[in-house]
């Protein structure tokens, strides 16, 4: 990817002109001056997050590595490894980079421009991409024995960054208008609904031509994965009906749940994690093109508050602390899965939530939260740059840590974490990605056939 080193303090930001010309303008009034401090430092972090996308891509494809570490700890073949899905956040996070000036467009749509002519020639199935990709070459690299083909629910985190582009440059120039063109045809070549195995009434996670249906994972509520029944039934030549997402993805309403914790109600049962919910990745995953604001189906009543109850119950989880980690508390929570620590102090994987605690904080896990919690992500945000400039890198905030065990961290980053840090900031702060992704027409009829309704995007 790409090196410009930053310090971890909040007084060493590079800050924009036109942000010290307001800072000095106005700094005679305390509160505002707050308030603009608070938006110098969520710029700092989005940038320092875009850097993991435009500074450390994979130089061939530009796409996302799968992991950067700083410690130059992994194996060599990892470091042309690309992974679908945090490319697409990696693509929402460019667009931000544009939109916010960090980066030139036109570098920004001949890299694009790159990225999707990548895509069109790597390995595909039934226009699904596989989970993780040779950046050198396009041919797949198998996440597992028997998943070395199509990855549904990574195509689709992908497709919603492939379509916010699409929207982004649709009306531009004519090498913008190229670009989009582009991404329209890779979007409108995925074959949602071969990936329900022959007409079942629900969309299955993987296909293989070697093992086809043998991974056997199908796709039911509630999880990371609703945005992949979105656009499934968003595809304007291959597309699912509804009842395969009511009768597949809400399990014939069985996904709704009558628990509450903490006061807050749960909505739904979230798989395997139903008494508090389920790492905070699931509020960030499907949401960073959805608009979850009074977004309704048949079901669910509000998605928004449905996403704050999830992170604001991890908060809360994290504020009573029942195994007594040092460190946890209002300025320091988050738990979502990510690098960790093991019992012998080397450095693993896991999926935190309260029912897998293991002392270890994800800083993606608060920071892709804005939308939901805003102060409560704003203390954390400022508790890591102003407090704790140790977990911070050159690409912002590093994948885990843990004050409890003596101020761990792990110098190493994961597209899948970074990707969401800029991109749900936004989100909160404009609703940036949320309008490209929302105003394209064929999620709008998509999400009308399903049964949504968001008056915000005219969707009745």
Same mark, same amino acid.
């Given at each position: 990817m790409k090196k410009i080193l930053l310090t971890g303090s909040l007084a060493m930001a590079l800050l924009s002109c036109k942000n010290h010309q307001i800072?000095?303008?106005?700094?005679?009034?305390?509160?505002?001056?707050?308030?603009?401090?608070?938006?110098?430092?969520m710029?700092?972090?989005?940038?320092?997050?875009l850097k993991y996308f435009w500074d450390y891509a994979e130089p061939n494809s530009k796409l996302g590595r799968e992991r950067y570490h700083e410690d130059n700890i992994y194996p060599d073949k990892?470091?042309?490894?690309?992974t679908t899905g945090g490319s697409g956040f990696g693509l929402a996070t460019i667009l931000v980079g544009i939109e916010r000036g960090f980066i030139p467009r036109e570098e920004a749509v001949k890299r694009l421009s790159t990225i999707m002519d990548f895509l069109a020639k790597a390995d595909r199935y039934k226009g699904a991409w596989s989970h993780w990709i040779n950046g050198e070459t396009g041919k797949t690299v198998p996440f597992g024995k028997k998943d070395n083909g199509g990855d549904l629910v990574e195509t689709a985190f992908l497709t919603t960054g492939i379509i916010q582009v699409r929207e982004y440059?649709?009306?531009?120039?004519? +090498?913008?208008?190229?670009?989009? !063109?582009?991404?329209?045809e890779l979007w409108k070549g995925i074959q949602w609904n071969w990936y329900t195995k022959g007409g079942e009434k629900i969309l299955y996670w993987h296909w293989s031509p070697e093992y086809q249906w043998q991974m056997n994972f199908p796709l039911q509520g509630y999880n990371e994965c609703l945005i992949t029944y979105i656009l499934a039934a968003s595809s304007p030549n291959y597309s699912i009906d509804a009842d395969t997402y009511y009768k597949g993805w809400a399990r014939d309403g069985k996904i709704l749940s009558d628990k509450e914790k903490y006061g807050l109600p749960l909505y739904v049962k979230h798989n395997g994690a139903e008494e508090y919910g389920g790492p905070l990745f699931w509020a960030h995953y499907s949401y960073i093109g959805l608009d979850p604001t009074n977004l309704s189906d048949k079901l669910v009543k509000n998605y928004f508050d449905l996403n704050k109850n999830q992170v604001l119950i991890d908060y809360k989880y994290c504020l +009573?602390?029942?195994?007594?980690? !040092?460190?946890?508390g209002p300025n320091y929570w988050g738990l979502t899965a990510s690098y960790s620590r093991n019992k012998d102090g080397g450095t693993g994987?896991?999926?935190?939530?309260?029912q897998n605690d293991h002392g270890v904080i994800t800083p993606t896990a608060a920071l892709s939260s804005f939308p939901y919690t805003p102060k409560e992500s704003m203390d954390f945000l400022k508790f890591l740059y102003l407090q704790k400039p140790e977990f911070i890198g050159s690409a912002g905030p590093y994948d885990a840590n843990s004050i409890h065990y003596n101020?761990?961290?792990?110098?190493?980053?994961?597209?899948?974490?970074?990707?969401?840090?800029?991109p749900m900031i936004e989100n909160?702060?404009?609703?940036?990605?949320?309008?490209?992704f929302m105003n394209a027409p064929e999620i709008k009829q998509g999400l009308k056939k399903l049964s949504f309704k968001s008056d915000k995007y005219n969707i009745k």
């Amino acid at each position: 990817m790409k090196k410009i080193l930053l310090t971890g303090s909040l007084a060493m930001a590079l800050l924009s002109c036109k942000n010290h010309q307001i800072n000095q303008n106005i700094s005679s009034n305390t509160t505002i001056k707050s308030n603009l401090e608070d938006e110098q430092l969520m710029d700092k972090v989005q940038k320092e997050a875009l850097k993991y996308f435009w500074d450390y891509a994979e130089p061939n494809s530009k796409l996302g590595r799968e992991r950067y570490h700083e410690d130059n700890i992994y194996p060599d073949k990892d470091k042309h490894v690309i992974t679908t899905g945090g490319s697409g956040f990696g693509l929402a996070t460019i667009l931000v980079g544009i939109e916010r000036g960090f980066i030139p467009r036109e570098e920004a749509v001949k890299r694009l421009s790159t990225i999707m002519d990548f895509l069109a020639k790597a390995d595909r199935y039934k226009g699904a991409w596989s989970h993780w990709i040779n950046g050198e070459t396009g041919k797949t690299v198998p996440f597992g024995k028997k998943d070395n083909g199509g990855d549904l629910v990574e195509t689709a985190f992908l497709t919603t960054g492939i379509i916010q582009v699409r929207e982004y440059f649709k009306h531009g120039n004519a +090498e913008e208008k190229a670009l989009a !063109k582009k991404c329209d045809e890779l979007w409108k070549g995925i074959q949602w609904n071969w990936y329900t195995k022959g007409g079942e009434k629900i969309l299955y996670w993987h296909w293989s031509p070697e093992y086809q249906w043998q991974m056997n994972f199908p796709l039911q509520g509630y999880n990371e994965c609703l945005i992949t029944y979105i656009l499934a039934a968003s595809s304007p030549n291959y597309s699912i009906d509804a009842d395969t997402y009511y009768k597949g993805w809400a399990r014939d309403g069985k996904i709704l749940s009558d628990k509450e914790k903490y006061g807050l109600p749960l909505y739904v049962k979230h798989n395997g994690a139903e008494e508090y919910g389920g790492p905070l990745f699931w509020a960030h995953y499907s949401y960073i093109g959805l608009d979850p604001t009074n977004l309704s189906d048949k079901l669910v009543k509000n998605y928004f508050d449905l996403n704050k109850n999830q992170v604001l119950i991890d908060y809360k989880y994290c504020l +009573e602390n029942p195994k007594q980690w !040092k460190g946890y508390g209002p300025n320091y929570w988050g738990l979502t899965a990510s690098y960790s620590r093991n019992k012998d102090g080397g450095t693993g994987y896991n999926a935190h939530f309260p029912q897998n605690d293991h002392g270890v904080i994800t800083p993606t896990a608060a920071l892709s939260s804005f939308p939901y919690t805003p102060k409560e992500s704003m203390d954390f945000l400022k508790f890591l740059y102003l407090q704790k400039p140790e977990f911070i890198g050159s690409a912002g905030p590093y994948d885990a840590n843990s004050i409890h065990y003596n101020n761990w961290f792990t110098p190493r980053y994961l597209a899948i974490d970074q990707g969401t840090i800029a991109p749900m900031i936004e989100n909160y702060r404009t609703g940036f990605l949320w309008k490209l992704f929302m105003n394209a027409p064929e999620i709008k009829q998509g999400l009308k056939k399903l049964s949504f309704k968001s008056d915000k995007y005219n969707i009745k």
